[in-house]
């Protein structure tokens, strides 16, 4: 039985006097559609350099949907000035050459001085392209401390886009907020990440604007107050600092959430909460990652007050309580054993979780035997006919 063969069709090329055979360029055979999309996966560089292939390929780049624009990725010297010029240049010239398509995503990301206003232009051309997708990590003012956020791109935002579905926007580089809240109807997943004290008012009235949105994710918060008011949010995530040389925020974090369609909430981080929710009757899922203070650990860094760290296994009680509705559960180990240190409140409070199905505990121990207790007060409300733990001691996962 003969194998089976792939026919590939082949051309004649005439080389000197001798007539050869050549393998036909199958990939540019291939309609603009799908090479489209192979192209969206590789950062917008390497895409113009497809432009010296061959006359198939000359414009072919000034059509891709997805632009990918990275400081970092770009050739040349980190800090070298030559560099931000360069990249400057080439960020206007892809503006500038690509045709008038509609762009889908819009990635830009400089961790170095970058010009604000070159920044504010890829805002209005991804608008004024129907962008779906926008990614932005400037930094635009690396050398200076608590900077505000540049008025030229708080007044790009600040444009209502009727297309737009998904923002990502870092703001690590700016102590004050834009100067106004942002305003995006169809806007379905919003991204904010390093988020200090003064963006709380910023992020509670961008959310009340973004009346479709489904899915929060804030990164890298440092916030004493988030007041978080969205009736059709589903997946909200909250990570707080958690940096290996700072011990994170050394305040209690007063949450309060109004989203009564939420089906997954995601806690993490140097985070003391005291949490506070209008019922959520569809929640699902709840990943709990506190990271516990140390004295000895932390000695050389600030760290809260001891009544603060006495006040916080009650306080993680009273939210499991509030989450109470979840049946997919994942705590960390630093979470159960900041529980275990108030076994007083453990044994007078009823179990939080009335239908708990799954318990997951993430991380190992540092002790080697697991808090019972804490184990106890977080199933033994549970109705369900079956419940699955999985539990890491002593080198290995246990499944119960």
């Not at 007083?344 to 505990?361: A, E, G, V």
Request: aromatic fraction near 10%.
């Amino acid at each position: 039985m003969g194998s089976k063969r792939r026919h590939q069709k082949k051309k004649r090329k005439l080389i000197g006097c001798e007539e050869v055979e050549e393998e036909e360029d199958r990939i540019s055979s291939l309609p603009d559609s799908i090479l489209h999309q192979i192209l969206s996966f590789i950062d917008t560089t390497s895409v113009v350099q497809t432009s010296v292939l061959s006359k198939r390929w000359r414009y072919l780049w000034t059509s891709v949907p997805n632009i990918h624009l990275d400081y970092d990725a770009f050739p040349g010297n980190f800090h070298c000035e030559t560099k931000k010029r360069r990249f400057a240049h080439f960020v206007n010239q892809v503006l500038s050459l690509r045709d008038a398509s509609s762009v889908f995503r819009f990635y830009l990301r400089c961790t170095l001085f970058l010009d604000a206003d070159l920044v504010k232009n890829c805002i209005y051309y991804a608008f004024r392209h129907n962008v779906q997708e926008l990614l932005l990590w400037p930094d635009c003012n690396s050398f200076l401390e608590h900077s505000e956020f540049p008025g030229c791109l708080s007044e790009a935002l600040g444009i209502s886009s009727s297309s737009l579905i998904s923002l990502t926007l870092a703001c690590h580089a700016f102590a004050m907020p834009p100067d106004k809240p942002l305003r995006l109807p169809a806007l379905k997943n919003l991204g904010l990440a390093g988020c200090c004290h003064d963006y709380a008012n910023f992020i509670t009235e961008t959310v009340g604007n973004c009346t479709k949105l489904e899915t929060l994710i804030l990164d890298d918060l440092e916030l004493n107050s988030l007041n978080i008011n969205a009736p059709n949010l589903r997946n909200l995530e909250l990570h707080y600092y958690d940096d290996d040389c700072s011990c994170g925020s050394c305040f209690e974090s007063m949450i309060v959430i109004s989203a009564p369609g939420l089906t997954s909430f995601k806690l993490e981080g140097h985070a003391l909460p005291v949490f506070s929710a209008v019922s959520l009757p569809c929640l699902h899922n709840v990943h709990l990652c506190l990271k516990t203070w140390s004295f000895d650990e932390y000695e050389s860094y600030d760290v809260p007050d001891e009544e603060i760290l006495q006040r916080m296994p009650l306080n993680v009680m009273k939210m499991l309580e509030q989450l109470g509705e979840a049946d997919y559960v994942t705590l960390s180990m630093d979470t159960v054993e900041a529980l275990a240190k108030d076994p007083d409140s453990l044994n007078n409070r009823p179990s939080p979780f009335r239908k708990l199905k799954h318990l997951k505990l993430t991380t190992p121990s540092r002790s080697s035997n697991l808090p019972l207790n804490v184990i106890a007060y977080l199933t033994k409300g549970s109705s369900s006919d079956t419940l699955v733990g999985d539990f890491y001691s002593l080198g290995k996962w246990i499944r119960a």
